[in-house]
């Protein structure tokens, strides 16, 4: 693993745990610009983390959007978990 691939890991960490705090959106969604509030990563940078295969999504996030457009779809996704 190189130097950029040691970097890119750091950005990937940094956008996962920006999901984890960013507010849930209609049908369970986060919005990319919630992620950029809370890291100030350039969203070409949060884009690409999201496109990588170690990126996972926390299983009460159904995907996460951009423009009102899909980024990327989380298929572990569990609607309800608490079952309320």
């Known amino acids: 693993m190189d ?6 890991e750091k950005y990937v960490q940094a956008v996962r745990s920006a999901i984890e705090k960013a507010p849930l959106r ?11 509030v809370i890291t100030s990563l350039p ?6 983390c ?4 170690e990126m996972k999504l926390p299983s009460t996030v159904s995907k996460v959007i ?5 980024v990327i779809k989380n298929s572990e996704y569990l609607n309800n978990p608490q079952g309320e």
Do not use: G, H, T
């Open 50 to 53: 999201l496109k990588r295969p």
């Open 26 to 36: 209609a049908e369970d969604a986060v919005d990319l610009s919630d992620i950029w």
């Open 3 to 8: 130097n950029s691939e040691i970097d890119l």
């Open 66 to 70: 951009f423009n009102k457009k899909i």
């Open 43 to 48: 969203v070409d940078l949060i884009m690409e």
